[in-house]
């Protein structure tokens, strides 16, 4: 299987199955002398990791990892990387391979287990091998290292939508995502989650999300025009996540309903950096090239495909039957993929921000003088 990096200069390799002995990732072109520590990485991964409540599945998986090159001791604590590959693993602790027994010969409807057979002749029906969510562990690691390549930037998501309920926008608080198992920046929305999901959870069956992603502080002129436009690096790494099948910059599919003097972003003066926007419809990013303005990009993800439920399928030979999937299995995925949308977005900011550096060095100041 190829195709387990993505980036051009900070560059993420992934690798490890759901049910095999560990998970690991290699970063590639990392600064040197970025200062950090393993408890700041070990946060963002308590963050995704399964098990915290009974909205996700109950895999108990400490996801204690351990970063194993590509840094030294600082003499005043932590860790600093040395401009080698930093490689981190994390062990699998908690497999139950034999719940997926049952699946060895059928193809679970709405899920990978059929287009990987099919590509390779050969697949990994415990969990899903590669095509598991466990595998974006790593990927919440590598955004750790990415947040030290962006000084002043401040990346954050939260949930904004679980089935047909949606947040009021209106009532919208950062600090609430980090006070409820749901990452909802709406508290008058986590209740009827919660009554939601319960009901979902006891059929057996599953539901979808979205999510919202806030980077601040992204300086103007990140990106390229037409091949290289970070908006278009943002879609693909955004729905590069496991079971994400739709993503939106700004506006979005909304843009469509709009006017030309909807939509456009005024200007005035602003700061030394960039103008003022009056609005944000564009996302922070026009042209493919960041306007330093936020930048916002929200991506669905669909229901778990492993549900209680029987569902009509075929097998590696053709024939027909029925299947559910036994197991502990997420109710909603999108929840987990929270701090997951968090660190592709700081990967991609990242790898974007040592092309920008790579390619103009100091960027002209605004405004300019004539």
Known sequence: MSFNTFGHLFR??????????????????????????????????DRRRPGQSRFTTQRREPDQVKVISGTLDHPMGGLVT????????????????????????????????????IKYGIR????GGRSSARET??????????????????????????GNIPIDHTRWNWDEVGNNPFFCPDAETVHLWSDYLDAIRKK????????????EGVPPGL?????GKLDAELASALMGINAVKAVEIGEGFNAARLTGEENADEMRRGNADHPLFLANHAGGILGGISTGAPIVARFAVK????????????????????????????????????PVGEAMV??????????????????PQWPFTR
């Open 303 to 338: 229901p778990t495909s492993s549900i209680l439920t029987p569902r009509l399928t075929v097998d590696s030979f053709g024939d027909e039957t029925e299947l559910f999937t036994k197991g502990r299995h997420d109710p909603c995925v999108g929840i987990r993929a929270v």
């Open 223 to 227: 990106g390229a025009p037409l091949y």
């Open 204 to 215: 057996g069956s599953s539901v979808g999300a979205i999510v919202e992603v806030v980077a």
């Open 346 to 363: 700081s990967c991609v900011l990242a790898d974007h921000m040592l092309r920008h550096r790579g390619q103009v060095g100091t960027p």
């Open 137 to 162: 562990a790593m990927r919440v690691a590598a955004g750790a290292i990415a947040a030290k390549v962006l000084p002043g930037v401040t990346v954050r998501a939260a949930l904004v939508q679980i």
């Open 12 to 45: 993420v390799t992934t690798f490890g199955e759901s049910h095999g002995p560990a998970i690991g990732c290699v970063v590639d072109g990392c600064p040197p002398n970025l200062r950090f520590t393993l408890e700041e990485v070990q946060s963002a991964l």
């Open 124 to 127: 990994d029906h415990r969990g």
């Open 82 to 117: 040395t401009g080698t590959p930093i490689a981190m693993l994390i062990e699998n602790v908690d497999q139950r391979s034999k719940d997926y027994a049952d699946i060895a010969g059928a193809y679970r409807p709405g899920h990978a287990d059929f287009t990987y057979d």
